[in-house]
């Protein structure tokens, strides 16, 4: 037999083996259901620290998304002046003095790296915070919440009102909650729209039925999705769409914030009465009461005191209800606090407390986010209004004239990202003597031979570059084309080759 | 199975699905139900699809799906709706000459995409994709034209083509000699050719003799100085410029065989507005005379 063989027939060995733990209570589990039903959540309001910085980040946020494309910004005659919007048709995209073209979607990318970064060191600095307070989910979901208890009552009533048969009052409450979700939902998709063209227009024409029709389709969408996932899909977004939970716990550590059950101060949990006996004893009493508002006021349902878990979103509204909880019991507050493990152990062993903000991980996000910016500040402070970018001809590579000299062909394009015409000459360098030829472009009347660029476009010349020099051509010589403006000399050049007949 | 379901992993109190590795029990968390139902609905929607459009391939031919919709009748509709767009800029084209549409910015840059195309599918099999030529078969791209370079004498050319048969073609050829001339009266007419663009000549040429020879039997069409004659299409050959190369052997091989290359007859195959935008395009390539 050999060693493969025995460790195959080892393990068949363990697999007959009973199970080593032994069953539990509940043992008729024949019928496993083939879904996970969802365990409706009733989230109850909270007054306190992090609730009022939730409901201001709520305000500064939505107000941004909705208001923003309203912002106006004089760009000139030419150009349109909504402070931000993206322009698909005509393929630019403003925000505020900034204009890009489609081939600078390189900042797109250097603001995604800079997005994805900054969450790492959100997340180094403080976990998941991003998810509890930033996230489009939690901001929208929060919303939908408040409406809710507004419509349906609190946890309690709303709880009470839905065990009991429906009355009346039941639907009628429920239809105005859905009707307000939607009308939410309806100037979400809508304020989205307006970042795609202008948005005084275009409110006029939603509101006259002369707006296109992708608009309106795109309305639909996101009021469908928004009804959908802020109103009924809430933490099972969280818990089951989003990759963020699985990926930041490779990403957090021990010295992260986290919102945090201090079980050294809380264990083990008995009730107010109880802990003073214990006291009187001088036996030890743990501060938590066990009064569940932490589950209570959860909005992902979840149970803070069992430990850091994929459900916590880090929002907080767990540490307002159980410093609301000391305080009226005269104990001190943040039982559950932002926190770090860390920390537990230094209180356990006696130590003091620490807060470290500067780490190696910390400073090295930190660090790529300034070169990441630094980059992309630079390139965009010092990027010409004109730009150049050439085609060699393939074919042929070059042609010889018929007095015997060589000629290559070059497909010229060039950018004018200014709001008015310009007149450009361009020039070769890099060879003996040349000279540029513009294919159908006429000279001027002073014998100039001047490409024009509208306002804001671009143009494709093709252009045909002679080297007179009668010398023997190396097969490949590097030239430089510079683009050059004739009225500002502002210059943008562009390095290409000029092809001949391999030397013998 | 049911056997194996009757676990419960201790430690989370969740049951197992019976699956076991090495003793790891795997924990049964069943999807949540919006996902499942999602799941479902992707099917439903696969066989909605399979209704609707075409979809299935039976023995000869494929189930029609409900409303008739098939790729091909959409592509054909796209060509007309195209058609039906270029309609008018494609009159405008046929009516007018080529040098009106040189006049015109908007006419050339239509004539010059409608010309890459028609290039691309009847010319660049010979001329090649940029124009760049072959041995025998002119290169586009430079300032040497054997009938003319003028957008005038491009057109004709494409219209009724070099010596391919219509009468308004354009006629001539080269001859073949090695009837009339002896060897060593070729090989001396050939370097002497060479010397006329200023090409090396073999030791021991005697070029009095080669240009004895070309002043009787040559310089009929390629004219005394040798610089070509356009009305019958013989090339200059004191320019760098050799359609069949400047090699001596290549040279006499085209005095003893003659040349005559062919240029097909365009007008009929392809329509009035193509062949001008052929013209317009062709003389863009950058060797076109004004």
């Known amino acids: 037999m050999t060693q493969l063989e025995e460790l195959v027939r080892q393990s068949e060995v363990k697999a007959?083996?009973?199970?080593?733990?032994?069953?539990?209570?509940?043992?008729?589990?024949?019928?496993?259901?083939?879904?996970?039903?969802?365990?409706?959540?009733?989230?109850?309001?909270?007054?306190?620290?992090?609730?009022?910085?939730?409901?201001?980040?709520?305000?500064?946020?939505?107000?941004?998304?909705?208001?923003?494309?309203?912002?106006?910004?004089?760009?000139?005659?030419?150009?349109?002046?909504?402070?931000?919007?993206?322009?698909?048709?005509?393929?630019r995209f403003y925000f505020f003095f900034i204009e890009l073209w489609p081939q600078e979607v390189y900042y797109l990318t250097g603001l995604l790296i800079l997005a994805a970064i900054g969450l790492f060191l959100m997340n180094a600095l403080a976990g998941r915070v991003w998810c509890g307070y930033l996230c489009p989910q939690t901001v929208w979901t929060d919303l939908y919440m408040a409406i809710e208890r507004f419509t349906e009552g609190d946890r309690r009533e709303h709880m009470k009102r839905e065990s009991q048969p429906w009355t009346l009052e039941t639907y009628a409450r429920k239809g105005a909650k859905h009707?307000?979700?939607?009308?939410?939902?309806?100037?979400?998709?809508?304020?989205?729209?307006?970042?795609?063209?202008?948005?005084?227009?275009?409110?006029?024409?939603?509101?006259?039925?002369?707006?296109?029709?992708?608009?309106?389709?795109?309305?639909?969408?996101?009021?469908?999705?928004?009804?959908?996932?802020?109103?009924?899909?809430?933490?099972?977004?969280?818990?089951?769409?989003?990759?963020?939970?699985?990926?930041?716990?490779?990403?957090?550590?021990?010295?992260?914030?986290?919102?945090?059950?201090?079980?050294?101060?809380?264990?083990?949990?008995?009730?107010?009465?109880?802990?003073?006996?214990?006291?009187?004893?001088?036996?030890?009493?743990?501060?938590?009461?066990?009064?569940?508002?932490?589950?209570?006021?959860?909005?992902?349902?979840?149970?803070?005191?069992?430990?850091?878990?994929?459900?916590c979103i880090q929002c907080g509204l767990c540490i307002d209800a159980c410093d609301n909880i000391m305080a009226k019991l005269g104990r001190p507050t943040r039982l559950i606090a932002y926190d770090t493990d860390l920390n537990i152990k230094a209180r356990q062993e006696g130590k003091p407390s620490t807060y470290r903000l500067i780490r190696w991980r910390t400073s090295l996000y930190a660090a790529i986010i300034a070169v990441a910016g630094g980059v992309m500040l630079y390139a965009l402070a010092t990027r010409g209004s004109e730009g150049i970018s050439v085609i060699h001809d393939r074919n042929p590579m070059f042609v010889r004239l018929s007095d015997g000299s060589l000629r290559n062909g070059y497909t010229i394009r060039i950018v004018n990202k200014q709001l008015k015409s310009r007149d450009f000459i361009v020039a070769v360098e890099g060879l003996p003597s040349t000279l540029i030829d513009y294919v159908g472009l006429p000279p001027r009347a002073d014998g100039r031979q001047l490409v024009s660029v509208g306002p804001d476009q671009t143009k494709e010349v093709r252009v045909l570059v002679t080297d007179y020099s009668q010398t023997p051509p190396a097969a490949s010589t590097s030239i430089l084309f510079s683009l050059i403006d004739i009225d500002s000399g502002a210059v943008a050049q562009v390095r290409d080759h000029f092809f001949g007949p391999e030397r013998r | 199975m049911a056997e194996e379901h009757k676990q419960i992993d201790a430690l989370t109190g969740t049951a197992t699905t019976g699956h076991e590795w090495d003793g790891l029990r795997e924990l049964n968390t069943p999807l949540p139900r919006w996902w499942l139902w999602t799941f479902y609905l992707t099917i439903i929607w696969s066989i909605g699809y399979w209704v609707v459009y075409p979809a299935w391939p039976l023995v000869s031919d494929a189930t029609k799906g409900m409303f008739g919709y098939n790729s091909r009748a959409a592509v054909v509709e796209d060509i007309t709706a195209l058609h039906a767009m270029r309609g008018p800029m494609m009159q405008q084209l046929a009516s007018a000459s080529t040098a009106d549409i040189a006049a015109s910015p908007q006419l050339i840059d239509f004539a010059r995409a409608q010309g890459r195309v028609a290039f691309a599918d009847n010319c660049a099999p010979c001329h090649g994709a940029g124009g760049g030529g072959a041995k025998g078969y002119p290169n586009l791209n430079d300032d040497d034209w054997l009938w003319g370079g003028k957008l005038a004498d491009i057109e004709q050319t494409i219209r009724f083509g070099i010596r391919g048969g219509h009468d308004s073609g354009r006629q001539g050829n080269m001859p073949p000699f090695k009837d009339v001339l002896k060897p060593a009266e070729m090989s001396n007419v050939a370097d002497y050719a060479r010397s006329l663009s200023g090409l090396p000549t073999e030791a021991g040429a005697d070029l009095k003799a080669g240009q004895k020879v070309f002043a009787d039997n040559c310089a009929v069409c390629h004219g005394d100085a040798g610089k070509g004659n356009r009305e019958v299409g013989a090339p200059n050959l004191t320019d760098k410029i050799w359609l069949y190369g400047s090699d001596k052997a290549t040279i006499v091989q085209g005095l003893q065989n003659g040349r005559g290359g062919v240029m097909p007859v365009w007008e009929g195959r392809l329509s009035e507005p193509v062949i001008k935008a052929l013209a317009v395009y062709v003389y863009g390539f950058g060797g076109g005379e004004k």
Not at chain 1, 49 to 68: D, H, P
Request: hydrophobic share 45%; net charge neutral.
């Open chain 1, 179 to 311: 009707f307000l979700w939607l009308m939410v939902a309806w100037w979400t998709g809508g304020a989205w729209v307006l970042y795609f063209a202008d948005a005084p227009t275009l409110v006029k024409d939603l509101a006259t039925g002369n707006a296109p029709f992708v608009a309106y389709a795109w309305i639909g969408i996101l009021t469908f999705t928004t009804y959908a996932l802020a109103g009924h899909m809430r933490e099972q977004v969280c818990l089951y769409m989003c990759p963020w939970p699985r990926i930041q716990a490779a990403l957090t550590d021990e010295y992260a914030l986290n919102v945090t059950y201090r079980y050294d101060r809380g264990e083990p949990r008995m009730s107010a009465k109880k802990a003073e006996q214990m006291k009187a004893h001088g036996e030890r009493a743990g501060d938590c009461v066990d009064c569940l508002q932490c589950v209570h006021v959860c909005p992902t349902g979840i149970d803070i005191r069992q430990g850091s878990q994929l459900g």
């Open chain 1, 16 to 91: 007959a083996a009973p199970p080593p733990s032994p069953p539990s209570a509940d043992d008729d589990i024949d019928d496993i259901p083939l879904y996970a039903a969802r365990r409706k959540i009733y989230p109850q309001s909270v007054h306190g620290t992090f609730r009022r910085i939730k409901w201001a980040v709520l305000l500064i946020t939505l107000g941004i998304y909705y208001l923003l494309p309203f912002v106006r910004w004089d760009r000139g005659p030419n150009a349109p002046s909504q402070a931000v919007l993206i322009d698909f048709p005509n393929r």
